[in-house]
């Protein structure tokens, strides 16, 4: 929920130019010691597709966990 979250406000912020440059930045703190995530293949596969296929993070995430 926070992921679909940060993409949603991330995308409409001029700091980040595109998709692929939000999903790097999600991956740096999802990489970070103490965070801990649930499915994470399936988050971090989720959010691979919703920035390269342009299609909504939910709609990745059901992709992905299919």
Avoid: C, K, N
């Avoid at 992921?3 to 939000?22: K, Q």
């Avoid at 801990?36 to 299609?55: K, Y």
């Amino acid at each position: 929920m926070v992921v679909y979250e940060l993409t949603f406000i991330l995308a409409r912020r001029r700091r980040f130019p595109d998709r692929p440059a939000i999903e790097r930045y999600l991956r740096g703190i999802l990489a970070a010691p103490g965070v801990q995530v649930d499915a994470r293949a399936t988050l971090l596969a989720a959010l691979s597709r919703w920035a390269t296929h342009g299609v909504g993070f939910a709609d990745a995430w059901l992709l992905a966990s299919a």
